[in-house]
């Protein structure tokens, strides 16, 4: 099984983390499941690689340097970027089972106390964190590389080129950040086309390329995208997003209809057409335009593994639901409860996606200029 040795772990916390002067202390984050039924072997696993990273890391951080290095865990908050509970546990034996066993395996400690006393995060979840975290990163000034659902499989996505990934994502950036918007054209089955037309207006792209120097900044690891949210019409202009959104699930593809940035109806006949148009009927804050993602990692030569953390890095995603963590204005508040707020992203690679084919993004610029960026899923820029 892949894995990082003690002196590849301590590499990776200086590249990621580059150092700065008031850097004394790393924790790891990690969820524990509030019922023994929800586990799951990578779950397991996963907790079992975060024990053995803060062992690692605790025999050798003064070569990081830090003066500390923490192993934190707290009950599972039941979906992808919901907000965090109030209290962890810093765990002092071995890793509990469930969270019935927090109290007895650790010591508890409020999120407010544990962000305020440590700089540095790694956070190998099953639910992910990047939500919470860059919202508490603002506020507290820390620095946090989030890695939901993280498996072995993925330490080779550690060990890649992370300064030509870098130069990548920037030139992905600097056009998202000029662009006012992206025409994004699909074929289903090689014969049926679709586009939506994407508003980038009134927003700033975000670079994350695997790396953290500046505070108050949180994001993955593995990592390799440029990203943006496409305005979502809370300035007072309507957003101008609409279009065909193509998505498949489970070999069925499902056609969301996009109007002013939000996915209204679901089309198709199947079970997943179903699923959906019930999740937009229940929530409709899901049907949110949250992201338009350029993931950069698919041309050194990774293959996707069935988690979202490393998949979506591999080419274009859309995502549905929770932006406020991006620059964003749908949020927490926006969803009828906290179990259901959601940031879902939908990946446009061949290998996840084989009867949905990326054939151009084209971006738009002030003054009717144009770039095509990718062209039968292949980008034409690098």
Do not use: C
């Not at 440590?118 to 989030?146: C, D, H, I, M, V």
Request: charged fraction near 25%; hydrophobic fraction near 40%.
């Amino acid at each position: 099984m892949p894995t990082l040795a003690a002196d590849e772990l301590v590499s990776l916390v200086r590249s990621v983390f580059p150092r700065r002067a008031n850097d004394r202390a790393l924790a790891i984050l990690v969820d524990v499941p509030r019922r023994a039924a929800s586990d799951n072997p990578a779950w397991r696993e996963r907790r079992r690689l975060a024990r053995e990273w803060f062992a690692l890391l605790d025999a050798r951080k003064e070569e990081i340097p830090l003066a500390e290095v923490k192993l934190v865990a707290y009950a599972d908050v039941g979906s992808n970027n919901a907000d965090l509970p109030a209290d962890g546990y810093r765990i002092v034996g071995e890793m509990p089972g469930t969270a019935d066993e927090l109290e007895r395996a650790g010591e508890r400690a409020s999120f407010e106390s544990v962000f305020a006393s440590t700089q540095l995060y790694l956070a190998p979840t099953e639910y992910s964190t990047t939500a919470p975290l860059k919202n508490a990163a603002r506020r507290f000034g820390f620095r946090a590389a989030t890695m939901p659902g993280f498996a072995a499989a993925m330490v080779p996505a550690l060990r890649i080129d992370y300064g030509e990934v870098a130069r990548r994502v920037d030139a992905l950036k600097t056009r998202l950040d000029e662009a006012e918007h992206a025409d994004v054209r699909f074929r289903v089955d090689g014969k049926a086309e679709y586009s939506v037309f994407f508003d980038l207006r009134r927003r700033s792209a975000h670079a994350s390329s695997g790396r953290f120097p500046e505070p108050a900044t949180a994001g993955n690891l593995p990592s390799g995208e440029a990203y943006i949210v496409p305005y979502e019409g809370e300035a007072g202009p309507a957003s101008r997003t609409r279009g065909i959104l193509p998505v498949e699930a489970d070999g069925e593809v499902v056609l969301f209809d996009v109007r002013r940035n939000r996915a209204v109806k679901a089309k198709g006949r199947g079970r997943a057409a179903r699923a959906e148009r019930e999740h937009l009927a229940q929530e409709p804050a899901y049907g949110n335009m949250a992201e338009l993602g350029f993931g950069v990692l698919g041309d050194f030569g990774l293959q996707p593994i069935g988690e979202i953390l490393l998949d979506e890095k591999l080419g274009l995603h859309v995502a549905f639901g929770r932006s406020d963590h991006f620059g964003g204005a749908v949020g927490p508040k926006d969803f009828s409860s906290p179990q259901a707020v959601i940031h879902l992203d939908r990946i446009y690679i061949p290998q996840v996606m084989p009867r949905v084919a990326v054939e151009a993004v084209v971006l738009g610029y002030p003054g009717g200029r144009e770039e095509t960026i990718i062209a039968d899923g292949a980008y034409l820029i690098f």
